[in-house]
Each structure stands twice: as structure tokens, then as C-alpha cells.
């Protein structure tokens, strides 16, 4: 931490009720190995994919509106953020109306208010801006892409139009972060500058960085959200993407918290005295299918064959019951699963008579390519569930390849989309996938980009019913009614086979047992602020 923004925080806490600082100090330092291959992006908008929105989007940054990550027990739902309240007009329900928090300051003592947000949103949206960050742009583009304009229309409230009416648009606005215009400035107007001294919100403060290595951040004790006041006095994000070589450095005591640890590692753990955590959560382990001239997947009985021949039950027991078979995108018994027709469950007989309806067989196997990567963000174990994947196929008469990348290489192919010329002849990218927005998990992968889809369609998914269920459900605010849209929808999605679905993961992640006061949400977020480190 600079100088100047230590000599803030002393100045605030001088000022602080005593009562306040007769409570004994938070204490210790929180290490946490990521699955990650590097430290995300730390201007604001994190790259690395959802973790890293997780990692450091709720940690140094915040957003307008967040997820109440508090409960195990129930699903996280949305909850004020940055903003108080927000609201969709009447009239054309395109423009939102976001009423902002008073008396919150950056890391580097500004002010954030309305002005703040619209220079943030310039810096995603509005190519002639000067502070404009492609790098950012791209990061958040998922998130922006149906924002037309913005107006502030003073201090503590901002409007958001949209290009059509969106009834998800809360959801993507959890996605969004916010860093100081006035460290902008200080650093000369320059992202890379900033990325050293990033200046956020958020209930930590950035205090060394080294790329690719570590980010170390301090408490950030005069945080708006008491409730989100770091438990512990520092923070240390490192990018471990061997999972062996995670689980090693907690035994070692190199690290406190890890992500994904390997299920044949939960014993040795365990035996440590450490502790393993699991938990429902909307989350997909899955195939996105190309749907380009060249893909055997345009026809529905490859894909359908793709998805039965799939042995989930070996899969889950690969992965140590740390898994659920899918049957679709959606989890049974969520509001959104509907009543599918058609069963993808396991049956190779039947994925045979499929291929040969189709006119493959023994000597004319389905031969097909697919990008995968060797971790990153909620893949779990990726390379022996994809070499599973690879057997279930070959048995039934699917010859599978794969080309093998980094994570975040992996994600510069998705946003590319499957008719980029680097993707060409490749059918299907391997990106685990959330369903905690309606967005995110059905209306961006499966409206057309014809019809105003989003860069979550990577294979060019086109259907009229699905378009025509999409754009009902995105114009409908009452949310009892968009529920019954979205389960109609994710049962014609899997009738179609629109991806290969495989199983759902339950989020493993291992604590050392110095820590306590963790409480494990149905959410790909986590709050690590409670954790105290004994």
C-alpha cells in the first residue's frame, strides 16, 4: 500500500467510535491458491473468467449490485450493492434507474458517485472515450452488450438505457466493477500504471502486486459494508493451476484455502486435519457445439448420441461423488428445468442407432476436434474427465481430438466465437458454464445472434423457438412468469441437444484448519472476508 493511502486509513480509524476500536483486531494473513494460470486482470474488470471475478472483482472492486453470499442453506440471490435501489420505467421498459450509496470512497479517498459509474461504463462501452480499455472491454463485454446509453442525472443516481427491454439486466450488473477515475488520473492516464496501484471500492486494498506471481491486499477496515469488513488483515491471491501442486502447498503450509481440490486428495487431507467443503450450486461441467457448415453436430442425432454416451455415473465416481449427473443444462427440481422429452441419460445401444441413422458407423466414425484446457475456472479435474469422455465416445463411434491451452487462451477462443478462423475445425469448446442468471445460462447461449444473442452463443446456435422463448422471457419482469418461459425453454433446449452436458460440479475447496468462520454459499462467489485465521 502507498503512503498516502495508509496515512488515510490511520486518519479514519483515529476518527472511528471508540467502541469500534475496543474490539479486538482482526489478525493473520489469508492465503488462497487459485486454479488459475495467472493473477486476473487488476485495473477493475478481471479476466480469468468468472473466478476471477470472484477473486478480485468482490474483493478490491464492488459492484452496483451484489450477491448475498451469507447462507449455505438457500440459493444466493441479488441484493444492493454499490447501489441502494434501482428500478425499470414504465413506459418503454428500457431505462433503469440506479439510486447510488452516499459516502462511499474509493481506496485512494475520492469520491464514488454517479459520475464515477458513467466514467466506468465509458471505459467498457464508448470506443472514443480516452480512458477506453479494450482489455476491460473484453472482459466485461458478456455483461454490456445491451447497454445503449447512460445519463447521470445527479450525485447519488445514474439511468442505464438498454438497446431492447431486459428484465435480466440486475444480473449483469453483478458482473460489472468500478475503479477510481481519480487514480486514473494520478497515474498519468494509463491502464498499465494503474494495474500496480489499482484503487477500487472493494473490502480489500491492493498492496503488492507481481504479474503472473501473487497479489497481496490489507483489510480495508472503513469498507460501506461492515458486514463484508475482512476478518483477517491481509490477503495473498496466488495462481496455482496443477492441482497436485495445490493440494501440496496446503499440506505444506504454503497456503490456507484452495480451490478445486482433486477427490482422491480429500482423504490425505483430511487426515491432515484440514477440511474439505462442498455445496450445491448452479454450475455446469460441459461440450458448447459448434453449429458451422463443417460440424458433424448440426444434426440433432449426433448430438443427441454425443450426450448418451456419456457414463456419468463413471464420471462421479472418477470424481470421488464429487459430482451430479446432468440431464440437461439445468439441475432437477430448479424452477427452470421444465419437462424435457428426451432423455439424454446414458444408453450407448441407443447412441449407436442414433450415429447409424445419421450414416456413420464402424468404418465411418464421427471425427471430431474440441478445445479443452488443463484447468482454470470451476473445470474441476478437465484432463482425466476428458480422456473419460474420450473412451465413451470411441466405444460408441466418435473419434475425438483434442487441442489443449491454457484457460485464458481457452476464453480468447470463446469470446472469438466458432466461426473465428482460429477455430476453424474445431466443434466444441470445453467451458464449464453457471446458470445463477437467466442470462448466463439460458438466454445468451441459446438466442440467436440474429435476433440480438450474445458472445455466450460461441457456435452459432440458431433456433426459432428458442429465439422466440428467449426474447419472451427477457421482456418478462414478472419473475413467477419469466420462471415458467426459462423451464419451457431449457426443456425444448434439451430435446434439441443444443450442448453435451455431463455433470454438475459441488464446488469443492479445502481449508486449513487454522481457519474457521467460512461459510460456503450456492453461488460461484465466495466471501472470504468472515475467515479468521486462527
Same mark, same amino acid.
Given at each position: 500500500?502507498?503512503?498516502?493511502?495508509?496515512?488515510?486509513?490511520?486518519? @479514519?480509524?483515529?476518527? @472511528?467510535?471508540?467502541?469500534?476500536?475496543?474490539?479486538?483486531?482482526?489478525?493473520?494473513?489469508?492465503?488462497?491458491?487459485?486454479?488459475?494460470?495467472?493473477?486476473?486482470?487488476?485495473?477493475?474488470?478481471?479476466?480469468?473468467?468468472?473466478?476471477?471475478?470472484?477473486?478480485?472483482?468482490?474483493?478490491?472492486?464492488?459492484?452496483?449490485?451484489?450477491?448475498?453470499?451469507?447462507?449455505?442453506?438457500?440459493?444466493?440471490?441479488?441484493?444492493?450493492?454499490?447501489? #441502494?435501489?434501482?428500478?425499470?420505467?414504465?413506459?418503454?421498459?428500457?431505462?433503469?434507474?440506479?439510486?447510488?450509496?452516499?459516502?462511499?470512497?474509493?481506496?485512494?479517498?475520492?469520491?464514488?458517485?454517479?459520475?464515477?459509474?458513467?466514467?466506468?461504463?465509458?471505459?467498457?462501452?464508448?470506443?472514443?472515450?480516452?480512458?477506453?480499455?479494450?482489455?476491460?472491454?473484453?472482459?466485461?463485454?458478456?455483461?454490456?452488450?445491451?447497454?445503449?446509453?447512460?445519463?447521470?442525472?445527479?450525485?447519488?443516481?445514474?439511468?442505464? #438505457?438498454?438497446?431492447?427491454? $431486459?428484465?435480466?439486466?440486475?444480473?449483469?450488473?453483478?458482473?460489472?466493477?468500478?475503479?477510481?477515475? @481519480?487514480?486514473?488520473?494520478?497515474?498519468?492516464?494509463?491502464?498499465?500504471?494503474?494495474?500496480?496501484?489499482?484503487?477500487?471500492?472493494?473490502?480489500?486494498?491492493?498492496?503488492?502486486?507481481?504479474?503472473?506471481?501473487?497479489?497481496?491486499?490489507?483489510?480495508?477496515?472503513?469498507?460501506?459494508?461492515?458486514?463484508?469488513?475482512?476478518?483477517? #488483515?491481509?490477503?495473498?491471491?496466488?495462481?496455482?493451476?496443477?492441482?497436485?501442486?495445490?493440494?501440496?502447498?496446503?499440506?505444506?503450509?504454503?497456503?490456507?484455502?484452495?480451490?478445486?481440490?482433486?477427490?482422491?486428495?480429500?482423504?490425505?487431507?483430511?487426515? @491432515?486435519?484440514?477440511?474439505?467443503?462442498?455445496?450445491?450450486?448452479?454450475?455446469?461441467?460441459?461440450?458448447?457445439?459448434?453449429?458451422?457448415?463443417?460440424?458433424?453436430?448440426?444434426?440433432?442425432?449426433?448430438?443427441?448420441?454425443?450426450?448418451?454416451?456419456?457414463?456419468?455415473?463413471?464420471?462421479?465416481?472418477?470424481?470421488?461423488?464429487?459430482?451430479?449427473?446432468?440431464?440437461?443444462?439445468?439441475?432437477?427440481?430448479?424452477?427452470?428445468?421444465?419437462?424435457?422429452?428426451?432423455?439424454?441419460?446414458?444408453?450407448?445401444?441407443?447412441?449407436?442407432?442414433?450415429?447409424?441413422?445419421?450414416?456413420?458407423?464402424?468404418?465411418?466414425?464421427?471425427?471430431?476436434?474440441?478445445?479443452?484446457?488443463?484447468?482454470?475456472?470451476?473445470?474441476?479435474?478437465?484432463?482425466?474427465?476428458?480422456?473419460?469422455?474420450?473412451?465413451?465416445?470411441?466405444?460408441?463411434?466418435?473419434?475425438?481430438?483434442?487441442?489443449?491451452?491454457?484457460? #485464458?487462451?481457452?476464453?480468447?477462443?470463446?469470446?472469438?466465437?466458432?466461426?473465428?478462423?482460429?477455430?476453424?475445425?474445431?466443434?466444441?469448446?470445453?467451458?464449464?458454464?453457471?446458470?445463477?442468471?437467466?442470462?448466463?445460462?439460458?438466454?445468451?447461449?441459446?438466442?440467436?445472434?440474429?435476433?440480438?444473442?450474445?458472445?455466450?452463443?460461441?457456435?452459432?446456435?440458431?433456433?426459432?423457438?428458442?429465439?422466440?422463448?428467449?426474447?419472451?422471457?427477457?421482456?418478462?419482469?414478472?419473475?413467477?412468469?419469466? $420462471?415458467?418461459?426459462?423451464?419451457?425453454?431449457?426443456?425444448?433446449?434439451?430435446?434439441?441437444?443444443?450442448?453435451?452436458?455431463?455433470?454438475?460440479?459441488?464446488?469443492?475447496?479445502?481449508?486449513?484448519?487454522?481457519?474457521?468462520?467460512?461459510?460456503?454459499?450456492?453461488?460461484?462467489?465466495?466471501?472470504?472476508?468472515?475467515?479468521?485465521?486462527?
Amino acid at each position: 500500500m502507498h503512503r498516502r493511502d495508509l496515512l488515510a486509513t490511520a486518519v @479514519a480509524l483515529a476518527a @472511528a467510535p471508540a467502541a469500534a476500536q475496543a474490539q479486538p483486531a482482526p489478525t493473520g494473513t489469508l492465503r488462497v491458491g487459485m486454479t488459475a494460470g495467472d493473477v486476473p486482470l487488476t485495473t477493475g474488470q478481471p479476466s480469468q473468467g468468472a473466478e476471477g471475478n470472484r477473486f478480485l472483482g468482490i474483493t478490491l472492486y464492488d459492484p452496483l449490485v451484489a450477491w448475498d453470499l451469507s447462507s449455505r442453506d438457500r440459493a444466493a440471490t441479488l441484493k444492493p450493492g454499490l447501489a #441502494e435501489r434501482w428500478r425499470v420505467g414504465d413506459s418503454d421498459k428500457k431505462t433503469w434507474t440506479f439510486d447510488l450509496r452516499g459516502a462511499v470512497r474509493f481506496h485512494d479517498g475520492s469520491a464514488f458517485d454517479a459520475n464515477a459509474v458513467a466514467w466506468n461504463l465509458a471505459k467498457l462501452l464508448d470506443r472514443e472515450a480516452p480512458h477506453f480499455d479494450r482489455q476491460q472491454a473484453a472482459q466485461a463485454g458478456l455483461y454490456t452488450s445491451n447497454i445503449a446509453r447512460w445519463r447521470v442525472k445527479d450525485a447519488r443516481s445514474i439511468e442505464i #438505457e438498454t438497446k431492447s427491454p $431486459d428484465a435480466v439486466l440486475p444480473y449483469n450488473m453483478a458482473n460489472i466493477f468500478y475503479s477510481s477515475p @481519480a487514480r486514473y488520473a494520478e497515474v498519468g492516464n494509463n491502464w498499465d500504471r494503474f494495474a500496480e496501484r489499482p484503487s477500487g471500492t472493494g473490502p480489500y486494498v491492493a498492496d503488492r502486486f507481481v504479474p503472473r506471481q501473487r497479489l497481496e491486499a490489507v483489510r480495508n477496515g472503513e469498507h460501506w459494508d461492515t458486514s463484508r469488513r475482512p476478518q483477517h #488483515e491481509r490477503l495473498v491471491l496466488l495462481p496455482i493451476p496443477d492441482a497436485l501442486t495445490r493440494v501440496s502447498a496446503l499440506l505444506s503450509n504454503q497456503v490456507d484455502f484452495i480451490e478445486a481440490p482433486p477427490p482422491d486428495a480429500a482423504a490425505r487431507i483430511r487426515a @491432515a486435519g484440514h477440511r474439505v467443503e462442498t455445496n450445491a450450486y448452479p454450475h455446469i461441467w460441459c461440450h458448447q457445439l459448434s453449429f458451422q457448415p463443417d460440424s458433424p453436430f448440426r444434426d440433432l442425432r449426433v448430438r443427441q448420441a454425443a450426450n448418451m454416451a456419456i457414463d456419468r455415473a463413471a464420471m462421479v465416481a472418477l470424481l470421488g461423488g464429487m459430482a451430479i449427473p446432468a440431464k440437461g443444462m439445468i439441475t432437477e427440481g430448479h424452477p427452470w428445468f421444465g419437462r424435457p422429452t428426451v432423455d439424454l441419460s446414458y444408453d450407448p445401444a441407443r447412441a449407436r442407432r442414433l450415429l447409424a441413422e445419421a450414416g456413420f458407423g464402424p468404418r465411418n466414425p464421427v471425427r471430431t476436434k474440441f478445445i479443452i484446457a488443463p484447468s482454470g475456472s470451476g473445470q474441476m479435474q478437465p484432463l482425466p474427465m476428458n480422456e473419460l469422455l474420450q473412451q465413451n465416445y470411441r466405444d460408441v463411434g466418435i473419434e475425438l481430438e483434442f487441442e489443449v491451452m491454457d484457460w #485464458e487462451a481457452l476464453r480468447g477462443r470463446r469470446r472469438a466465437g466458432a466461426a473465428a478462423p482460429e477455430n476453424r475445425g474445431l466443434h466444441a469448446i470445453n467451458n464449464s458454464w453457471a446458470f445463477w442468471d437467466p442470462d448466463i445460462g439460458l438466454l445468451g447461449p441459446a438466442i440467436s445472434k440474429a435476433r440480438g444473442g450474445s458472445g455466450f452463443n460461441w457456435g452459432d446456435y440458431n433456433d426459432p423457438r428458442a429465439d422466440e422463448l428467449g426474447l419472451r422471457a427477457r421482456e418478462t419482469f414478472d419473475p413467477a412468469a419469466q $420462471d415458467a418461459i426459462l423451464a419451457e425453454l431449457h426443456a425444448h433446449l434439451v430435446d434439441q441437444a443444443m450442448w453435451i452436458w455431463a455433470v454438475h460440479d459441488v464446488n469443492p475447496r479445502a481449508l486449513s484448519r487454522r481457519l474457521s468462520g467460512f461459510t460456503q454459499a450456492q453461488s460461484w462467489y465466495q466471501d472470504l472476508t468472515p475467515i479468521r485465521v486462527g
